[in-house]
């Protein structure tokens, strides 16, 4: 995981946010890098702390949550400074495409009032340039879409004018939120072919947050695999989709491969995903492979190839 | 069991012509993309809508909405958490079930939920629980055992495994799988994951803008399409749905996939192609060029 010059760089990120029985920490540990024009997916079930993690190097935390982390840094600037800092860079150098399009919108304002915001903020001024960001991607009813409300477009229009609002501020960095999580897989296809157009023309790298494996995969040039609040394995997205070596990555990948296959019954994973807890292995309470040792000792991040890390006490079972 | 339902709003009709029949404890799976009718097609089965025209007949007669027939159809929604009364333990929630149904006597619906419960791999101590207090893939264990609370003929599934983790799907698409075999449950699986249907569906229909275009086998359907429609579905190629102007809006009596298809020929924007005795709604079927456009994500090796 050492690049040369990270365009972000985070050590022992931390997001704690306040429970019924007081703060918990539901994401520890975090060490990422990302370099420029690189996509790093997030993947994790529910309740794993992707989420956590992408809003908290945007600051889009929710009230009551806080972040500590021992480096923070983006494109050489000390994020940790707080809004101050975070506040220039969300929406020119920081861009977000988010789960929910139809709730990143103003519902009472048509396409056209959102694009325009956007293209004044990056001082754009030209009559087409809101159709033109809009052909740019796939949008091919321009004025059409620019005179509708949100309500009246898909779910499937609405991520692509997002993206279309994010490609013309040209950030150098976008968090990827489950972007597809809501449409349909052919539209989803064209939403990611999308982002990635985007990088290749711009350069800006993408955080990918997901639960899509093969979504992660078509997209992503490395992956991190998050369970209970810590990434368990980073590596290549080849490396760790297809050759895993976590027992939850493994698990994961299994139950996939049982469905393609056309076992008569499938492949389960044992368990439900779970809350972080505090001591011993995250992946404890569902590890086949668990003993003594992964009770008292939560095991390291340790590199298995000088690009692929584990964390994991039984690397070969 | 057949329906034929005609739903209409005042700008347009969702369900089309719809006719579908259901063997006792066959699973039907009903696929096709966002707004093609699936879920409107589920509810209406189970009540929640009135068709416009068309009957629902159970067992031989016509079901009438309010009636104790409608024990016999019970319905699994996506969204587990949104499914439950927050304020309610879900405990409470299934033996609210076998009270309005009056199920079994008032003494003996403890037993009948604790049994319940087991049956869908849960303990007592989770039917004690709040809906917050499950994970979505417990709680659709919670709402697999309330369908199956009033020993129904039929439930309708609306993607039941979609808002769930990867991790959990197979547990619960084995589930469905086991209770069909042990209960003789009948089953509509509505599904955009083809790969689900093909595991758990002795027959598949392809809905698209509210009718169905195409009935059969899982290998027959997803292995061997005839319809241009599920060829491209099947291939997960593209298409732009938002380029035209909805044929619903249009004129009825042509097929609907017409503007899209890559075979239409002057009478399919004439004539509507029914639902043929070999579960097909087209009129060229075969020798014609595939469809054009791109895939879908690739599946993980």
Not at chain 1, 175 to 183: C, F, G, I
Not at chain 2, 29 to 40: H, I, M, P, R, Y
Not at chain 2, 56 to 65: M, T
Not at chain 2, 173 to 183: I, K, P, Q, S, Y
Request: aromatic fraction near 4%; charge should be positive; hydrophobic fraction near 45%.
């Amino acid at each position: 995981m050492t690049i040369a010059t990270p365009l972000l760089s985070v050590a022992d990120l931390a997001v704690t946010v306040p429970g019924p029985s007081g703060p918990w920490t539901a994401v520890a540990g975090i060490d990422l890098a990302l370099a420029r024009g690189e996509t790093l997916g997030l993947i994790g079930e529910s309740g794993s702390g992707k989420t956590l993690t992408g809003l908290a190097l945007l600051g889009l935390l929710p009230s009551g949550a806080r972040v500590t982390a021992r480096r923070l840094t983006f494109d050489g600037q000390d994020l940790r400074g707080g809004e101050p800092v975070l506040a220039p860079l969300r929406g020119r150098r920081l861009g977000m495409i988010v789960q929910d399009p139809v709730g990143a919108f103003n519902p009472a304002k048509r396409i056209g009032w959102h694009m325009r915001a956007v293209l004044r903020r990056r001082g754009d001024r030209r009559p087409d340039a809101a159709a033109c960001w809009l052909s740019a991607v796939g949008v091919r009813a321009a004025e059409r879409v620019l005179a509708a409300y949100p309500h009246q477009l898909s779910g499937g229009m609405l991520q692509r004018v997002l993206i279309a609002m994010v490609g013309a501020l040209e950030p150098d960095l976008i968090v990827a939120d489950e972007p597809t999580t809501n449409l349909d897989a052919v539209v989803a296809r064209q939403i990611l072919d999308l982002i990635r157009e985007q990088q290749n023309r711009t350069g800006c790298a993408v955080l990918f947050v997901t639960h899509d494996l093969a979504a992660a995969r078509h997209l992503c040039d490395r992956v991190a695999v998050m369970v209970a609040g810590t990434i368990v394995e980073i590596g290549p997205a080849s490396a760790v989709l297809e050759a895993p070596r976590h027992p939850y990555t493994r698990g994961l990948i299994a139950t996939v491969r049982s469905l393609a296959a056309r076992d008569p019954i499938l492949v389960e994973m044992v368990g439900e995903p779970g809350r972080r807890e505090t001591g011993g292995c995250p992946f404890l309470s569902r590890c086949p492979h668990a003993d003594p040792l992964c009770r008292s000792d939560p095991p390291g991040l340790s590199a298995l190839r000088p690009d692929h890390f584990l964390r994991c006490h039984h690397p070969d079972v | 069991m057949s329906l034929a339902s005609r739903w209409r709003t005042p700008r347009m009709r969702i369900l089309d012509a719809v006719s579908l029949s259901l063997a006792p404890g066959e699973i039907v799976g009903l696929v096709g993309e966002s707004g093609s009718g699936k879920t409107t097609l589920g509810l209406t089965l189970v009540g929640r809508h009135r068709p416009t025209q068309g009957t629902i007949h159970l067992g031989g007669s016509p079901v009438a909405l309010g009636t104790p027939a409608q024990r016999r159809l019970q319905m699994v929604f996506q969204d587990p958490l949104a499914s439950f009364n927050p304020r309610r333990r879900v405990g409470d929630a299934v033996r609210l079930a076998l009270d309005v149904h009056r199920i079994g006597p008032p003494s003996a619906r403890g037993d009948i939920v604790q049994a319940l419960f087991s049956q869908v791999g849960l303990s007592s101590e989770h039917a004690a629980r709040f809906p917050h207090a499950l994970s979505g893939g417990q709680l659709q264990r919670v709402a697999l055992a309330r369908a199956l609370a009033t020993r129904p003929d039929f439930i309708v599934a609306d993607e039941p495994v979609s808002k769930l983790d990867v991790s959990v799907r197979a547990q619960i698409l084995n589930l469905v799988r086991r209770m069909n075999a042990e209960t003789g449950v009948g089953l509509l699986f509505i599904t955009h994951d083809l790969a689900a249907a093909q595991f758990l569906c002795h027959r598949i229909a392809v809905m698209y803008l509210g009718r169905i275009v195409e009935l059969g086998t899982p290998d027959a359907v997803l292995g061997r399409p005839r319809h241009p429609y599920t060829a491209r579905l099947v291939a997960g190629t593209a298409y732009d749905g938002a380029a035209g102007m909805d044929p619903r809006l249009g004129a009825r009596e042509a097929c609907f996939y017409a503007s899209a298809c890559s075979r239409r020929l002057p009478r399919c924007t004439q004539e509507r192609p029914p639902l043929d005795e070999t579960g097909l709604a087209c009129f060229h079927p075969k020798d014609l060029p595939p469809e054009p456009g791109r895939a879908a994500i690739p599946a993980l090796a």
